[in-house]
């Protein structure tokens, strides 16, 4: 690898040129890269209130659906009709029924109640995490064509010998756009809600941009594509002098200067021979 790439990486990623050189040259080499590094203090802050909020929003979120899904299920099984899906009112509303269903011998009554709730407990939770599955892809589908429209006005460009239309639905076979439930835009890969650094949601127009940037569509076209003409500095890492500007680049982002992207990006800055890895 060129000298001057080492040294440009080994600055970015705080490990010495000599470790970060031994590491590429010998397969069995370990080195280890503290992410921390890349974070200012009122990111890391930042970074650490949201991954709380996640896990305690993952957690009610999933406590919710779970008990309204069990007492639907529930409800219909054992011939409940009232309106609500609420767990107390559930239960009331059991206890009623029991009450009044049992007969000449209420232990074996209600014995054989108590196991019957068991069993369709167990039966509604499988039921719920399946047609959750079956849910999300319908409704992620459902949502990339809504939008297709306002997506496609975020490609930087046409890519060189590709219809704009071509790309966009290559890009949402990976990327799902959503809107959460406060409105806010959001995207989907694998599953997951792609977000920055910080852990902040990354909203559709940076997706799509970083998209381009990762499939490397983002140099410019000769065929009369959007992709014409020159780009201020920032949207087409040609246009990069200096290794400095790339890294304040990376951090307005929000991007891992270890990912892929940056990787991507830091390649397509490479390509500028006047490229100062130093600078």
Do not use: C, H
Not at 254 to 266: R, S
């Amino acid at each position: 690898m060129n000298k001057k790439v080492i040294e440009a990486l080994a600055k970015i990623t705080n490990v010495p040129v000599s470790d970060l050189t031994s590491a590429i040259e010998s397969e069995s080499s370990e080195l280890t890269f503290d992410v921390n590094k890349t974070f200012s203090v009122k990111e890391w802050e930042t970074f650490e209130t949201n991954r709380q909020k996640e896990k305690d929003t993952e957690y009610n979120n999933g406590k919710e659906v779970g008990v309204r899904q069990f007492v639907q299920g529930a409800k219909k099984d054992i011939g409940l009709d009232y309106e609500g899906k609420d767990g107390k009112m559930f239960l009331e509303k059991y206890k009623e029924k029991v009450i009044g269903d049992i007969g000449d011998n209420p232990d074996e009554r209600v014995v054989n109640l108590t196991k019957d709730l068991s069993i369709l407990r167990e039966s509604a939770l499988k039921d719920l995490e399946a047609e959750t599955k079956k849910y999300n892809t319908v409704n992620d589908k459902y949502n990339s064509l809504k939008n297709g429209n306002e997506i496609s006005g975020y490609a930087p460009n046409k890519p060189k010998g590709m219809d704009l239309s071509d790309a966009v639905f290559i890009m949402e076979n990976v990327l799902s756009f959503q809107r959460d439930d406060e409105g806010q835009k959001i995207v989907m890969r694998d599953g997951q809600v792609i977000k920055d650094k910080t852990r902040n949601a990354v909203g559709w127009e940076t997706a799509v941009k970083d998209y381009w940037i990762e499939k490397e569509w983002t140099a410019s076209t000769s065929d009369g594509g959007r992709g014409d003409g020159p780009k201020p500095n920032g949207s087409d890492p040609k246009k990069f002098s200096k290794q400095s500007e790339l890294t304040a680049y990376f951090e307005e982002k929000g991007i891992n200067p270890l990912g892929l992207e940056a990787t991507a990006i830091q390649n397509e800055a490479g390509k500028n021979d006047d490229f100062d890895y130093l600078g």
